[in-house]
């Protein structure tokens, strides 16, 4: 499996970004996805997941700005970034989970394939 993202970049505090990330390779059993970032020095850290039926989970300092989805059709994963803060600053990266039995929505990303990351940038 090989993930793609994009949509990343330099915006100002209180700006919107949508990012996605697009699947290809062997498909066929990518289960739950997720969205993730990392600051330089710091570990990887969740920003949310989401099951192939739709069901979601975010980090408690994201949610109701983010919005995670995918399009199961196309083998794509979305986050939709709202009122933006500097602190959102980081490399992200998507997150799939190759596993036709799974159906929910932690797992652990170790277990899953990674995408090259997409810079976010937020200036105040």
């Known amino acids: 499996v090989q993930l793609v993202e994009s949509g990343g970049g330099l915006v100002q505090a209180g700006g919107s970004l949508r990012l996605s990330c697009a699947a290809s390779?062997?498909?066929?059993?990518?289960?739950?996805m997720g969205w993730y970032r990392q600051a330089p020095g710091k570990e990887r850290e969740l920003v949310a997941t989401?099951?192939?039926?739709?069901?979601?989970n975010y980090a408690g300092s994201v949610k109701g700005r983010f919005t995670i989805s995918r399009d199961n059709a196309k083998h794509t994963l979305y986050l939709q970034m709202n009122s933006l803060k500097p602190e959102d600053s980081d490399v992200y990266y998507c997150?799939?989970?190759?596993?036709?039995?799974?159906?929910?929505?932690?797992?652990?990303?170790?277990?899953?394939?990674w995408g090259q990351g997409t810079q976010v940038t937020v200036s105040s």
């Open positions: 390779g062997d498909t066929i059993c990518i289960s739950a």
């Open positions: 997150n799939a989970l190759r596993d036709c039995g799974y159906t929910g929505s932690y797992y652990d990303p170790r277990r899953g394939y």
């Open positions: 989401i099951t192939t039926g739709g069901s979601t």
